[in-house]
């Protein structure tokens, strides 16, 4: 999982973040702390995790507005 990422996913949503997400994980927030700091690796499962975390704002974020698709057939 790219780091940098996570920490600018974690900045954007401000204050208590990383608490929700160490709850969504079952860490402590120290943990996460020592994740962003390449301290402690991140299993599949928390990396599966982290993205339903962020899944809303990610999928806000790739929804272009105002795009004309055209329909084929």
């Not at 973040?17 to 120290?30: K, N, P, Q, T, Y």
């Not at 943990?31 to 299993?43: G, M, P, V, Y």
């Not at 995790?49 to 507005?65: D, R, V, Y």
């Amino acid at each position: 999982m790219d780091l940098a990422w996570l920490a600018q996913e974690l900045e954007k949503r401000g204050r208590g973040s990383r608490r929700d997400l160490a709850r969504v994980l079952g860490l402590a927030e120290s943990a996460i702390t020592r994740i962003l700091r390449d301290e402690r690796k991140i299993s599949s499962k928390e990396a599966d995790a982290i993205k339903s975390f962020f899944a809303p704002q990610l999928a806000e974020e790739l929804i272009t507005p105002n795009v004309d698709v055209p329909v084929l057939g």
